[in-house]
């Protein structure tokens, strides 16, 4: 892709290479209304007749404003709609077209808007207006916000991105007025968002023009450089051109094939994106241009492919088939690379006229298309896509969060991969066997362990290559790891991740609340009323203290007291100032833990810790208290209980700082897993050393978990080497010390304390 029609000929009579496609000047544009209704022929007469009331009203709304050029703002709307009016769209998409702007910058309301024009119309503009009336804190977050409406809005009826193409289109044109930060900030935003979005709904020219407009401003030296390069190359290579005219007019009329050709030239921007990836100069960019044919019918596309191959070389491993295998987009076309008489490669394309209108238009094509059959691939196109959209709002909900899952999406390059019963499936380029698990149910992903790549078992962060058959390995009781997340390619699967683990901390920390809310409430001689949703008294005495706390429920409020945002001890003072105004006497309340219920309820009013507390409970890294160290927990606001051993120094400071948010903790009697503990080891130097140490943790049944020693330690005869070793509890650790210092090659060995 990244290229743009130089030229147009049908066989025989190809003309030859001319210049870049000019940006169509403003005043000639459609910037009065009369030439917009000359180019909604394709309407019926009642449907002009509510544009014109729309533009009636849009032009009355814009009366006063002006653009950057002088010119009265309503030419803008004019022409937006008359870009919506080239792809054929419909009254309602017309009329949003010219008021696409009114609610944003004239104070004119939805419900206005529906009042004179019906909700369909409204709902577009709707969907068009950027959510600057809001406040926010950063101008990024309100630019993410307004991302995410649009998107969400495309979503849901595509014609609303189509708008706001032709709006960022047409403003791109017309920037040059602007100030200068302005013109890059607004051309950099169109290339990371609005070209991405333009080629992944296939309008591709679109897409080709967006890219060129933001090259243009943000690095126009550069552009103006490449230009003239280009036109002196155009100039160098007439010759070799007009030879490869002659040779393909003859073939094709040889095999009495009626074919279109056309010559195509790379943009300015592909020219210089190629430039910089592969780190190439001007003169080492050999496929500037080439060739599209455009055939009848399908099977004349391979037909053509043949008479192509018989008059030229093909470059091996340059063949592709995206008429098999469309790309995700809906593009279809044969691409082959040929060997041309001087030795460069030409680059052809083959395809029909339909595809062809597909290649261009992309989803715009199903109105220029929607009374011919050849549009029903059209009408599918980007449909799953736009539908991954709603699935990752479904997991996000931070505006900033979900623009990164879509950039993601936004990748140009795809592999086409199968699953074990040979269905295509296309992933963005670096994808793994996670996207992929993802990409079939998120059931698939959440619960996926292993996978095989063309029968081999591999890592579950292999990237994936075109032709690759995936078969997903799953367990009933796996769940997805954090570490996914530094290697999965696609929106959908970062963002199913990111929604498991969510719920899963707010599971832990609703947990964790539960606890410190039952401690807090034993120091001031109560038990926890029931949370039994089936105690109508009980549930009303939470639902107040909820209500009492900011919170929607009892649910939220527990969540918060685990993160540390609320503070156990106030909160069980309210409930027990409550209690006491109902004539509730202490004895009178049950301890019970309804749906939390647990066995090992302290009654001394401590937390206990059995090691299965998960993200909502952090061992300090500082101190890395084990069991049978005395310990205390630190309620951070917003990153749930942090422990420290009693003795810690980082911990005292906390205290002495912040008193309130420590609370009572203990080990639990029965443990669920091991714990890490820091050592040092003063040990001579000398071949084995490593070994005996290793087997001497290992003989006291202790594991090694991380190794680290001085750079110069092989530069003396003693070194010094730090271990953290997986124990059960503090007695463990002593006996793996003991076991350690009875070895020949250790001198000391000490617990590392801050």
């Avoid at 009114?102 to 709902?123: H, N, Q, S, Y």
């Avoid at 009336?133 to 969400?152: G, N």
């Avoid at 052809?348 to 062809?356: D, G, P, S, V």
């Avoid at 980007?382 to 900033?400: K, M, P, V």
Wanted: charged share 25%.
């Amino acid at each position: 892709m990244g290229l743009r029609s130089f030229a147009t000929a049908h066989i025989p009579g190809l003309t030859g290479l001319t210049g870049p496609k000019a940006v169509p000047d403003t005043a000639a544009e459609a910037s009065s209304f009369d030439a917009l209704v000359s180019r909604l022929h394709y309407l019926p007469k009642a449907d002009v007749k509510r544009i014109r009331e729309a533009y009636k009203f849009a032009d009355e709304a814009h009366l006063g404003q002006f653009r950057a050029s002088g010119e009265p703002y309503i030419t803008h709307p004019i022409a937006v709609a008359g870009l919506c009016a080239d792809w054929r769209l419909d009254a309602q998409a017309i009329m949003a077209a010219l008021m696409h702007d009114a609610m944003e910058d004239c104070g004119v309301t939805k419900t206005e808007l529906i009042e004179r024009f019906e909700a369909p119309t409204a709902e577009l503009v709707d969907g068009l207006t950027k959510l600057d009336k809001l406040q926010f804190s950063t101008r990024e977050e309100s630019q993410a916000e307004s991302f995410r409406k649009m998107l969400l809005a495309m979503a849901r009826d595509v014609r609303v991105i189509l708008i706001k193409l032709a709006d960022r289109l047409h403003n791109m044109r017309t920037m040059q007025h602007m100030a200068f930060d302005k013109r890059r900030r607004i051309a950099r935003e169109t290339l990371d968002i609005y070209a991405p979005i333009a080629h992944r709904l296939g309008l591709n020219e679109i897409y080709r023009e967006l890219q060129e407009l933001s090259f243009q401003y943000i690095h126009p030296w550069r552009h103006g450089a490449l230009a003239k390069a280009v036109t002196k190359a155009r100039g160098h290579r007439r010759d070799l051109v007009s030879r490869i005219e002659r040779d393909v007019q003859k073939a094709f009329a040889e095999a009495n094939l009626r074919v279109e050709i056309q010559g195509r030239e790379k943009t300015l921007f592909s020219i210089y994106k190629k430039m910089r990836e592969k780190h190439l100069s001007f003169a080492q960019v050999s496929d500037i241009f080439g060739f599209r044919v455009i055939v009848q019918d399908l099977p004349q596309c391979y037909w053509s492919l043949g008479v192509l191959h018989q008059i030229y070389k093909p470059q091996p491993g340059r063949f592709k088939d995206y008429i098999a295998i469309p790309k995700p987009n809906g593009y279809q076309s044969l691409h082959t690379t040929l060997v041309s008489p001087l030795g460069t490669p030409v680059e052809f394309q083959m395809r029909t006229e339909a595809m062809h209108m597909v290649a261009e238009k992309g989803v715009a094509a199903h109105w220029l298309y929607k009374s011919k059959s050849d549009a029903k691939g059209a009408q599918q196109l980007g449909s799953r896509w736009l539908q991954s959209l709603l699935d990752i709002q479904d997991e996000t909900r931070d505006a900033t969060e979900f623009l990164e899952h879509v950039k993601i999406d936004l990748f140009p390059d795809a592999v086409y991969v199968f699953t074990p019963k040979s269905k295509i499936m296309a992933l963005p380029k670096g994808a793994t066997p996670v996207d992929f698990a993802y990409a079939i149910h998120s059931d698939v992903g959440d619960h996926c362990v292993a996978a095989k790549v063309n029968g081999e078992p591999v890592p579950l962060r292999t990237e994936l290559r075109s032709g690759d058959v995936i078969e997903i390995v799953t367990a009933a009781g796996a769940r997805p790891n954090p570490a996914w997340l530094s290697f999965v390619r696609t929106g959908r699967a970062r963002s199913k991740i990111r929604h498991f683990l969510k719920n899963l901390e707010q599971e832990e920390s609703q947990e964790l609340g539960h606890k410190m809310l039952a401690q807090a409430l034993r120091a001031e001689g109560l038990a926890l009323p029931s949370l039994s949703e089936d105690d109508a008294a009980a549930a009303a005495l939470w639902q107040d203290l909820a209500r009492w706390a900011g919170n929607r429920n009892v649910d939220e409020l527990l969540v918060e007291i685990g993160l540390g945002r609320k503070i156990a001890s106030i909160v069980a003072k309210k409930l027990a100032r409550t209690l006491s105004e109902q004539g509730q006497r202490p004895d009178a309340v049950l301890l019970t833990m309804g749906r939390f219920a647990t066995d090992d309820a302290p009654s001394q009013g401590q937390v206990l810790l059995d090691g299965s507390e998960g993200a909502s409970v952090r061992l300090a890294t500082c101190c890395r208290p084990i069991p049978g160290d005395d310990i205390k927990g630190y309620l951070g606001r917003g990153e749930g209980l942090v422990v420290h051993t009693a003795e810690c120094s980082v911990g005292r400071r906390l205290f002495q700082r912040d008193s309130e948010h420590w609370i009572a903790v203990g080990w639990a009697e029965e443990l669920t897993r091991s714990f890490e503990a820091e050592i040092n080891v003063l040990m001579r130097n000398g071949k084995g050393v490593l070994a005996q140490i290793a087997m001497a943790v290992s003989s006291a049944e202790a594991d090694i978990t991380h190794i680290a020693m001085s750079d110069d330690s092989q530069q003396r005869e003693t070194a010094e080497m730090s271990l953290l070793l997986a124990v059960r509890d503090r007695l463990h650790l002593a006996d793996t010390l003991r076991t350690l210092k009875r070895s020949s090659a250790v001198m000391r060995v000490w617990r590392v304390k801050p």
